[in-house]
Structure formats: structure tokens, C-alpha cells
């Protein structure tokens, strides 16, 4: 085979575990929602076909590299779908982690302006998975950077979760489901932070430069 081929095939193997990982995420903030205990556990049963499409790819590359002799843009092809596979296995585990909790909480009364910022969350979250999948594949660098700005939202949400955890925490019926909604934010918090991640792979892929996006989690430098 080619390696315009091979390269080919695995950027397939790429984007569909992309819309797997898109699938979890949305399942999980889905069964997060609606307290619904079948689905979470849908999304966590389907976690091992994301595993396996994730070492399908690093077997994939690693054949690459072994039968083909890739010259510097397809080593960072190469290079760059071997972070992107594993920050989207990633992605996947927190969705598993966020259905977990919603099976946990199940029996409890929610506090519905707390369970609406993390859906809002969610949401984002999911869209930017998406953003980056189809930065990626139309190697889009506007589309990549693109996803600080979308992060910043999610990043907002999260102030506002908070906010309304201190009044949810004064309820002691809700002092432990509230303590699993705080894994549960940080989680999703970092599937968007993934996201970013992601999309400074596509800028490496397309500049030749590695480069942090700076956003929250990753600020300018002081001058």
C-alpha cells in the first residue's frame, strides 16, 4: 500500500472513532440529564469498541512508520494523529467517568439550575469535539484556533456552576450529589480542554510549529 493510502486509512480509523467519542459525550451529558440509568450504561458498555478503534490506529501508525518511509509532512501527519487518537480515547474515558456519576446519583432530587449549566456545558464541550474533527479533516487552522474562544464559554459555565454550588452545598441531601456534579464539571471541563489540545495538532500539522493556544488553562506567558 502507498503511504498516501496508508495515511489515508488511518484518517478514516481517526474520524470514526472522532464520531464514537461524539456519540459518548453526547449519551453521557444525555443520562447525566435525564437521570436515565440505561443510557449511561450504553455509554459505558461502548466504551470498549472506542478502545479498540484507539489501538487499531496505533497499530496502524505504527505499521506506517515500520513499511513506509515518511517524509517530514507525513511524519507530522503521523505524529499529529498519534496525540489526536489519544486525547479522543481520553475524551472518551471522561464520558464514561460523567455516566458513572449520573448512575450514582440516580435516586437523588437534582437541583435543576445546577443539572442546566452542566448540560450547557456538555453541549459545548461536545460542539467543540465536533469543531476540531472537522478542522482536522478539512485541515482548517482558522476552524483550530477557533476552539479557544469556544473553550472561554465553557470556562464561563463553570464560574456560573460554581456560584450555584455554594447555595446547593448548604443542603445537606445534596452535599454528596453535589460533590459528584463538582467530577462531573471538571471532567467535561476537560473534554473541551482536549479539544484545544487537539487543535494545536492541527496547527502543528499545518505550520510546522508547536504552539499552545492560549486559553485558560494555558495563559500567555508574563512579559
Not at 447555595?167 to 452535599?175: A, G, K, T
Not at 464539571?185 to 480542554?193: L, Q, V, Y
Request: negative net charge; without cysteine.
Amino acid at each position: 500500500m502507498a503511504i498516501d493510502e496508508a495515511l489515508g486509512a488511518i484518517e478514516a480509523q481517526l474520524q470514526e472513532e472522532g464520531q464514537r467519542v461524539l456519540a459518548a459525550v453526547h449519551g453521557a451529558v444525555r443520562a447525566l440529564e435525564r437521570r436515565d440509568g440505561e443510557l449511561a450504561g450504553e455509554v459505558i458498555a461502548f466504551d470498549d469498541e472506542i478502545d479498540r478503534l484507539f489501538l487499531g490506529i496505533e497499530s496502524s501508525i505504527q505499521s506506517t512508520l515500520a513499511l513506509q518511509n515518511p517524509v517530514a509532512r507525513d511524519l507530522r501527519l503521523l505524529l499529529a494523529i498519534l496525540h489526536i487518537n489519544l486525547l479522543l480515547e481520553r475524551s472518551a474515558d471522561g464520558a464514561v467517568t460523567v455516566a458513572k456519576l449520573s448512575q450514582l446519583v440516580a435516586g437523588v432530587e437534582p437541583d435543576p439550575a445546577l443539572v442546566e449549566v452542566l448540560v450547557e456545558m456538555g453541549e459545548r464541550a461536545e460542539e467543540m469535539l465536533r469543531v476540531a474533527l472537522d478542522s482536522f479533516a478539512r485541515r482548517d487552522l482558522a476552524g483550530a484556533e477557533s476552539l479557544v474562544e469556544l473553550d472561554e464559554l465553557i470556562d464561563r459555565a463553570n464560574r456560573r456552576f460554581v456560584e450555584r454550588l455554594v447555595d446547593v452545598m448548604v443542603d445537606p441531601e445534596l452535599r454528596e450529589w453535589g460533590l459528584r456534579m463538582v467530577v462531573a464539571a471538571r471532567t467535561i471541563e476537560r473534554i473541551g480542554d482536549r479539544a484545544v489540545d487537539i487543535g494545536e495538532q492541527i496547527a502543528y500539522l499545518l505550520t510546522a510549529q508547536f504552539r499552545e493556544f492560549e486559553d485558560a488553562s494555558h495563559p500567555a506567558a508574563p512579559t
